[in-house]
Structures are given as C-alpha cells and as structure tokens.
C-alpha cells in the first residue's frame, strides 16, 4: 500500500536554531516529492516540488532532499522564524495515477 | 489565497440533513478539487472537475457529489450528512491536471452533531 510517513509528529526549537524534518514514503514509481507548508487555518502552500531524479531543492531558508533508494526525503530549515511556525506536509506524486499521497505533516512551533 | 473562496468557513449541522459547500475561484483554472484533512491523516482527495460539467470521483467519494455549472463554482453536496464527515473541507485549483500546482483555499470548518 502507498504510504507516506512523517517524523516527528510535532518539533518545538527556538527561533533562530535549525532543524530537519523527516519524510519515508513506500510509493513506487513516483513522478515528484513535494514538500507543503500548511499554517494554522489555512489551506497548503507548496514549498519545493522535486522529481525522482533531483537530490535536493532549495526555496530560501527552506531545502529539501530525496534520496530515491532509500525512499527518504527531508526538509531542513535554516534559522527558523516564528513565522516558520506552521505544519509541513510531505506528499508523493505515484507515477501511475494523478492521486496524491499525503502526509499527515509535522507540527512545527517555533518559540522566541 | 490565489483567488479561492470557500463559503462558509464554519458550518454546523445536524446529522441527516443536507449540506453543500461552496468553491469560487476568479483564477479561470480548468481543474478544481475538494479534499478533506482529518486529525492525524493527510489530505484525502474527494471528487474533482477538469472542466464544467466534467467531474470524478476521488479516493473517499462515498456519501459526497458535486457539480461544476461554471468554470468558477464547484460545489460539493453531502446528501444526508454523518457524523463521519465531520472534517476540514479545502478546495484547491490548478491550471494543470494531475493535482499539479495546486493552490488551495482557506478551507471549511464542518461538524455534523
């Protein structure tokens, strides 16, 4: 069954500190990795998008990588913000279909 | 949030009586989706549109339909709500198919008593 599993469920840091979010997923083939940013409240905001082939893809503070083999991907955040504070969801594109598998996301609160 | 508006934000009901939600898009985009988020799942797809009059089913479409007249309204109907629906409701709109780019509303709040 396709799966995408993310770690930890909650992350509280400091402002200012980085961290790293962790995504493991079981769907195979996949056509992309996509990486969301959900505040409270609000609908997704799309972060970074890789396809099977990238290792890593940058949006400002915010990278994320792929490793393909091991079916792991992460999100790290440099010098958090408190507007950083939100959930971060993980969602695999299957390659055989147009139906998302979604993450039930990491929930990140960020403390001055 | 990229021209999508949901209406309401908030909705009680009853079990058992009907409910629809609304989707408005001023973006012009040919593909429209409703997707549910429940607490420690991820967003589940319900039924989409790629165009009007044209939609189909998504993943959990059970007990859920949904019509497309325009290009900008998307509604999504619970015939007879459950306690099982209680959920967060998001529209989201793509110019592209395949849930590519997708821009999401602010979602619905919606609980069945």
């Known amino acids: 069954k396709n799966q995408v599993e993310q770690s930890p469920q909650s992350l509280i840091i400091l402002e200012g500190k980085n961290c790293t979010l962790q995504?493991?997923?079981?769907?195979?083939?996949?056509?992309?990795l996509r990486w969301y940013k959900q505040d409270t409240g609000r609908g997704p905001v799309s972060l970074t998008i890789?396809?099977?082939s990238e290792n890593t893809k940058s949006n400002g503070r915010y990278t994320a990588t792929l490793d393909a083999d091991t079916k792991q991907s992460s999100l790290h955040i440099t010098a958090s913000q408190l507007s950083d504070s939100a959930s971060y969801i993980c969602v695999v594109s299957p390659y055989s279909n147009y139906q998302l598998i979604w993450g039930a996301g990491t929930k990140l609160i960020i403390k001055p | 949030d990229a021209g999508i508006t949901q209406s309401p934000r908030h909705k009680v009901t009853e079990t058992g009586t009907p409910v629809t939600l609304r989707c408005h898009q001023t973006e012009n985009h040919r593909y429209m989706y409703w997707y549910r988020q429940d607490p420690g799942h991820g967003l589940r797809l319900i039924h989409y549109s790629y165009g009007v009059k044209d939609t189909d089913k998504g993943e959990v479409s059970d007990g859920y339909s949904v019509s497309r007249s325009k290009t900008e309204d998307f509604l999504l109907t619970l015939e007879s709500a459950t306690s099982s629906q209680t959920s967060v409701y998001f529209c989201a709109i793509s110019p592209l198919g395949g849930e590519e780019k997708l821009f999401f509303g602010s979602g619905t709040q919606l609980s069945v008593l």
């Open positions: 890789m396809t099977f």
């Open positions: 995504c493991n997923y079981t769907v195979s083939p996949f056509s992309n």
